[in-house]
RNA sequence: CGAGAUGUGGCUCAGUUUGGUAGAGCGCUGCGUUCGGGACGCAGAGGCCGCAAGUUCGAAUCUUGUCAUCUCGACCA
């Protein structure tokens, strides 16, 4: 009997090592590879190819609402980011610096940097004079640099893709507005588009971006009951604008401040992608960013007549899908694991029976349900069968999300909960940051969010047990 | 940043205790046989042993430093 070697491609199982199962995905994915320096990777095709198209269905999102793109410098003044104090100090810890330009020092260093505000602040001073320069909606897609302690790919590395919008807007309401819209794109993309169910709600003072009036986050369960958060918005009132002296006479002939607003996601959304849907035989990816949507597989493709009728239809349905064909020499088992492995939603195999009868074999990545097609039938069938996986990956990601939310009525039950499961857990706060921190402290658990949709789990803190009327998420985060 | 672990062909690792001139499996290349769930045979290619300094006649192996990766913790808009 022969024996059974060692698969090298082999994925630690979710069960036996969460931690170890999510990079062993991203590297037999190839979606990252290291680069030498620390929390840097590099985005192969693949992942790239993920980030494109989600890169592409945010940017079309943003262009309808009228927002513009536009490309700022990397590099920031010492100055510059010292003008708004509690922004600086909240960011101060993790930039990187530059001090010499060739050989010669620096008089000024320059940070590069961790986020924009600033840059577009500098700018905005220049563009904005009157309310009818108002609203200013720009976005940049770009990278970034924090210098975290820990990385990891994707959920915290140290350079990171993202995209940030930065608006300025004649009144308070408006950029509120702003705020809340943005965070319900970001929602809708994530259910509607990536299957990955969130939380909106706003933060609390600790949680909230420096700088920030209010910042809102939409918070995806990962599968193992961890925390994400995965797109953020931030309000930020007249702050910066004070800060940077950009005023604009207003429809009564008088100076004003603008209201500002800040909004991202970034490559993080591929780890959610990733933690959400993924299984122990690596990714499953949503059809909307999926890079390949339909794999088509030909059997026994040395006989006559198979790999053209596999090119032929892989053209056909490349009108409505993307669809690859792989004519390597590899069996088609190795090719079945491959594509599996990669996450791809649909594999179409045909083979000389199939050509035979005009069909082909369609298998699911989600439950791996085998369908018989016929071949007249794949323009409503593979998008009838992507829809359905998509809807699947969302109810089975919601499923996961309920059977790990627990709520709590008082501490020792919050603490129960924390040590014996991982989730979220409904709580309601009285709103002190003491209670907040002593939660954080004996529970292990941070604030998520205060969610839009809220519940009365009781009328008293889980903390301190004074009056309190607001439901916050709590739970472990990434 | 604290504690621990690791770094040897593309990948997974052995070799380090006791210093003596580098190994296996997989992958890769070529040819042939296979081909509906990770096929097989034969023949090949491929390694400044993370990097730097030191000890030594001699270092993958010992010492020091440094960089990176992983795990846990602290930190984390």
Redesign the pocket.
Known sequence: M??Q???????TSMEV????W??DVV??AELID????????IIQPYGCAIWENFHDILDKRLKETDHENVLLPLLIPENLLQKEKDHVN??A??VAWVTQGGDEKLTERLCVR??SEVLFCEHYKKVINSYRDLPKLYNQWGS?V?W??????FL???E?W?QEGHTMHETEKEAIDETINMLDIYADICENQLAIPVLKGK?TD???????VA?Y?IEAMMHDGKSL?SG?T?YFGDGFAKAFDITFQGRDNKPQFPCQTSW?M?T?IIGAIIMTHGDN??LVLPPAVAPIQVIVIP?????DGVIDKATEIKKRISAFCRAKIDVR??????????Y??KGVPL?L????????NNQ??I?RRDN?E?YIVSLDNLETEIPKLLEELRKNLYEKALQNRESKTYSAKNFDELCNIAQEKNGFVKAMWCGDLECEMKI??KA?L?SRCMPFAQEEVSDVCVCCGKPADKMVVWG???
């Open positions: 022969a024996m070697k060692k698969m090298v491609e082999d994925i090592d969460f931690a170890k999510y990079t590297k037999k290291y680069s030498s320096v620390k929390g840097c990777t909240g960011f810890p993790e961790p986020t970034v924090r975290e302690k820990t990385t990891r790919p915290r590395t140290t990171f993202w933060k600790k949680e909230k971006f420096a700088g920030a910042t986050s958060q953020t931030h991202g970034s993080r035989d690596g059997i026994a493709q040395h006989k020499d590899y069996s088609a088992g190795w090719k079945f694991a491959e599996e492995m594999r195999e045909i083979g000389p029976k199939d050509i035979e082909c074999v298998v791996r085998k954080r402290d292990g941070s472990k985060a990434y």
